[in-house]
């Protein structure tokens, strides 16, 4: 009897590893958001901001694709994005290991939200922002922190592409050693 109990544990302990070593390093971070209506299952980081911001009911919708990894450069892993119906959301962890950027279009306007850089913190964040009507795009200085959101009207039936760096000032200038986030169009 009791060599039997042993090799269940034994047995379930492998499949727990076998299974969990196929998932993203940031999927164990957080539960599977829950959907009733969505094929496709948001997980991990992204499918917790979904989560926050209203889920299959929220501007967002349902996603569209399923979570696809980022490279940097062609050659090392940079995050990870997935596409909804109606914007995009990115794991980004250069500028913090829970690093979430989010873009979608509502309203005649296109926003852009990005939570949480902790533990580091910035004294600025600089987004910028490119669309087909203005391929050279804008920029916009935001106040530091740890997260942030902004926002611009639309000025074209193609979505905007964002993305975010943050900074540091300091007696020469600003010091932006992280890098920009992975780009989200909404």
Known sequence: MNRRLTFTMTTALALAATL?????????TTVTATTSGCD????????????????ENSVFGCPTTPESDILLDNVGKAGRR?????????WSPR???????????????AYF????????????FIVRWTSAADPHGAQRD????T???TWTRVRTNSGYRWNVEGCDTGVFGSSCKQGWTISVTG
Do not use: C
């Open 142 to 145: 935001v106040a530091g922190g």
């Open 20 to 28: 969990s070593a196929g998932l993203p390093a940031h999927a164990g």
């Open 40 to 55: 496709i299952r948001p997980y991990g980081l992204i499918g917790a901001r979904w989560a926050e911001l209203g889920g």
């Open 95 to 109: 500028q913090g290991p829970n690093m979430v950027v989010a873009a979608w279009s509502r309203n005649g306007y």
């Open 113 to 124: 939200d990005w939570k949480t850089t902790a533990p580091r913190r910035y004294d600025e």
């Open 147 to 149: 997260r942030g959101r």
């Open 82 to 90: 997935q596409s909804f119906t109606n914007g995009q959301i990115a």
